[in-house]
C-alpha cells in the first residue's frame, strides 16, 4: 500500500475514533491549529478561545508539553496529532475554499507542511514547500510575534502580525514575477487566479523551480503600519556554500533593488551591500559617507 | 429539439464561420473587421509597453552592472521598506554551519546562518518523526509517519 493511501486510512480511523475531540477542537478554532502546526510556546495560564491550556491538554489527540525545565510548569508547547491536523486541512480545504478564505489559507498550509514532510526525499523543493508553509502559518502568532521570537537569529523585536497573503511562484524571480499593476506591485497567483497586492498586507511568497531561480527561496514582506516599521525577510532555504556567502548576498541584492526606494543608483546599492556584509549599522555607514 | 442539441462550433471547425445566437455566420462585416484591427492594435501596443517597462525595470543584470548604473529617475515599484529592515535569512543543515555561525555574525552583520539544531527547535518537536527530517536527526530512532499517539502514551511520550 502506498505511503498517502495508506496515511489517509490512518487519518480516518484514528479521527472517526479516538481523536474525534481534537478534530472537533481544531475544526473550530483556526488558531489552535495554527498554535500545534508550528509547536508554539504558550504560558500555562494563557486562553486559547475560552479553553485554558490545562482543559484542552485533556482531550485526546493533543501533546501540551512542558517547555521549560522547572517543577511548575511555567510555559506549554503546543502540538497535535498530525493526523488530526491532516484531516482537518484536507476537510476545511474542500469545504471553505469558496466561503472562508482565511480559514482555506490556513488548511493549504497545513497540508502544504504535511504533504512536504512526510516524504523521505531530501530535495530541495520539499524543505522549501515545508519551511514556506511553516514560516508562514508562524508569522505573528503567539509566540511568534517579533522578529526575534520567529527568527531567533535576528535580534530585532519587530513586531509581527500573521500573514494574510501567500503564494508559491514557479519558475520565478522577483524580476519576473513583481509586476506594476493599477499603481501597485502585485504578482500574480496561479493557483488561486487572482492578483495579490504585495503592500496592501503581510505576504509571503515562495520563489520555487531550478529554472533562473531568485537568489532567496522565500520573500516574507510586512508593510508598515502608524506603530511599526515595514519588515523585509528574504530567505535561502537550503544554504551550502558558507565560502560564498558574499556572492550569495551579492545576488539577493540585485534581485532586490529594483523594488527598493532609491537603490537604481549604484551608492545606495552599495550602501545596503555593506549594511549587510560589515558588523556596522547602516547608520553608521550613512555618517561614515556624510563626514 | 433545436434548444437540446447544441449547434456545432462552424468557427473551429472551419476557421472561417462564428456562431450568434445559434445562428453560423462570417464575422467579416467592415464594422466588424473595423472593430477587431482596433482590438489587435492595442493589444500589439500593449504588449510593446509591457515588453518595455519589464526591460527598463526588472531585466536581470549583474552585480556589478547594477552597482554602476547611474541614478534612475524614482518609481512606483517599490517595496517601501528601509534598508535597515531588510534581512537575508540562510537556513543550513550541514554540519559545518555550526562552525561558521560565530564567524558569519561577526564579519557579516545581518547575515546569518540558522543551524539544524535552532531550526529543529523553531519549527517543533512534532515534525522531527517526519521522514523529511530524518536526516537530520540521524541518530534518532526511526517513528511512523503519521504515528497516533493518543491520551495517556501522549502524555507521557509526546513526541
Known amino acids: ?291 | 429539439m433545436l434548444d437540446s442539441t447544441p449547434l456545432q462550433d462552424m468557427d473551429g471547425l472551419f476557421g472561417r464561420y462564428a456562431i450568434r445566437s445559434g445562428v453560423p455566420y462570417e464575422p467579416k462585416t467592415a464594422q466588424e473587421k473595423k472593430f477587431l484591427e482596433t482590438k489587435r492594435m492595442m493589444m500589439k501596443k500593449k504588449k510593446k509597453e509591457d515588453d518595455g517597462e519589464q526591460q527598463a525595470t526588472v531585466a536581470l543584470v549583474s552585480f556589478e552592472e547594477l552597482a554602476t548604473m547611474p541614478t534612475q529617475a524614482t518609481s512606483n515599484k517599490k517595496l517601501d521598506v528601509e534598508p535597515e529592515n531588510i534581512y537575508l535569512l540562510c537556513v543550513s543543515h550541514q554540519q559545518f554551519a555550526e562552525g561558521i555561525r560565530e564567524s558569519v555574525r561577526h564579519n557579516m552583520g545581518k547575515v546569518n546562518v540558522l543551524p539544524s539544531r535552532e531550526l529543529m527547535n523553531l519549527i517543533g518537536p512534532m515534525w522531527r518523526s517526519f521522514p523529511l527530517f530524518r536526516k537530520v536527526r540521524a541518530n534518532s530512532k526511526l517513528i511512523l509517519v503519521l504515528e497516533p499517539r493518543i491520551g495517556a502514551s501522549a502524555a507521557a511520550s509526546p513526541y
Open chain 1, 1 to 291: 500500500m502506498c505511503d498517502v493511501c495508506s496515511a489517509r486510512i490512518q487519518c480516518h480511523d484514528i479521527v472517526s475514533g479516538a481523536c474525534q475531540e481534537a478534530a472537533t477542537l481544531l475544526g473550530e478554532s483556526q488558531e489552535l491549529a495554527i498554535l500545534c502546526a508550528i509547536c508554539a510556546e504558550l504560558r500555562a495560564r494563557q486562553l486559547i478561545g475560552t479553553r485554558s491550556l490545562e482543559t484542552i491538554g485533556q482531550y485526546d489527540g493533543f501533546c501540551f508539553v512542558l517547555a521549560g525545565k522547572h517543577l511548575s510548569p511555567l510555559t506549554y508547547r503546543c502540538g497535535a496529532v498530525p493526523a488530526v491536523l491532516y484531516d482537518l486541512a484536507v476537510k476545511s480545504l474542500q469545504r471553505q475554499q469558496q466561503e472562508q478564505p482565511n480559514q482555506a489559507m490556513v488548511a493549504a498550509l497545513l497540508s502544504k507542511m504535511l504533504d512536504a514532510a512526510r516524504h523521505s526525499d531530501e530535495s530541495p523543493g520539499r524543505l522549501e514547500s515545508f519551511l514556506h508553509a511553516q514560516f508562514t502559518l508562524a508569522w505573528g502568532q503567539r509566540s511568534r510575534d517579533t522578529l526575534s521570537s520567529a527568527f531567533p537569529c535576528l535580534k530585532t523585536n519587530t513586531p509581527l502580525r500573521p500573514m494574510e497573503q501567500h503564494c508559491t511562484i514557479d519558475y520565478g524571480t522577483p524580476g519576473s514575477a513583481l509586476q506594476f499593476q493599477r499603481d501597485k506591485l502585485a504578482i500574480f497567483d496561479s493557483t488561486q487566479s487572482k492578483e495579490i497586492d504585495v503592500a496592501a498586507a503581510p505576504t509571503s511568497i515562495h520563489f520555487c523551480g531550478s529554472n533562473q531561480p531568485a537568489g532567496f527561496d522565500i520573500m516574507m514582506f510586512q508593510p508598515r503600519t502608524s506603530d511599526s516599521a515595514a519588515v523585509l525577510v528574504v530567505i535561502e532555504t537550503k544554504y551550502s556554500q558558507p565560502s560564498g556567502m558574499k556572492f550569495k548576498i551579492e545576488r539577493c541584492v540585485a534581485e532586490l533593488a529594483p523594488f527598493l526606494p532609491g537603490m537604481c543608483g549604484g551608492v545606495n546599492l552599495l550602501l545596503l551591500l555593506s549594511s549587510l556584509l560589515s558588523p556596522l549599522s547602516f547608520k553608521d555607514i550613512d555618517s561614515k559617507k556624510d563626514a
